[in-house]
Antibody
């Protein structure tokens, strides 16, 4: 059974960088035609796809990333295959970036496995 | 960006009643429309993919239909455990987008 678990600071200061890691267990992050994803949910709101990374030499080059346009200039998704982890960094955060951040595996066309979510609050 | 608009935003329903949630896309997504269920303090779970295909293990009371821009999620005979927020999601084009959600409450 594939499991994903987010980790990272729950509080980030405005203008600083948000960093989250997702640890994958039950499968290799290099196996399968999957996209390793980040999705966020503002309090009481809907789901916002941030982006994902492809970690195989197949359909795309290993390390190919895709981002939502509104966050593309501030978001970076990367993979550490040796640790079976992938990460999100979001620079220059504001209070509008306060949200629950989910990592998820995207097996087209669905997000089939999700972490339980990590609440990040941006506040001074 | 494809915008997904769900209706209603909120529905309070008696057990065993039928629930219908609609999702309208701002442009055609073909059959690339999927439904998720999210219970409080949990992550979303896929229930329907490709508009009408039930995901493994999902009770048969959940069904989906539609093509192009108009889609429906139906729960035939609501049960108490179905209290949740339901989201549609399109994978037709990037960026991937979700509807704003429909919260289903049990009367």
């Amino acid at each position: 059974q594939v499991q994903l678990q987010e980790s990272g600071p729950g509080l980030v200061r405005p203008s600083q960088t948000l960093s989250l890691t997702c640890t994958v267990s039950g499968d290799s992050i290099s196996s399968g035609d999957y996209f390793w994803s980040w999705i966020r949910q503002h309090p009481g709101k809907g789901l916002e796809w941030i982006g994902y990374i492809y970690n195989r030499e197949s359909t795309y080059n290993r390390g190919t990333t895709f981002y939502t346009p509104s966050l593309k200039s501030r978001a970076t998704i990367s993979v550490d295959t040796s640790k079976n982890q992938f990460s999100l960094t979001l620079t220059s955060v504001t209070v509008a970036d306060s949200a629950v951040y989910f990592c998820a595996r995207y097996d087209p066309p669905e997000f089939d496995y999700w972490g339980q979510g990590s609440l990040v609050t941006v506040s001074s | 960006e494809i915008v997904l608009t769900q209706s209603p935003d909120f529905q309070s329903v008696t057990p065993k009643e039928k629930v219908t949630i609609t999702c309208r896309a701002s442009q055609s997504v073909g059959y690339d429309l999927h439904w998720y269920q999210q219970k409080p303090d949990q992550s979303p779970k896929l229930i329907i993919k490709f508009a009408s295909q039930s995901f493994s293990g999902v009770p048969s009371r959940f069904s989906g239909s539609g093509y192009g821009t108009d889609f429906t999620l139906t729960i035939n005979g609501l049960e108490a455990e179905d209290a949740a927020t339901y989201y549609c999601h399109q994978s037709r084009s990037l960026p991937q987008t979700f509807g704003q959600g429909t919260k289903v409450d049990i009367k």
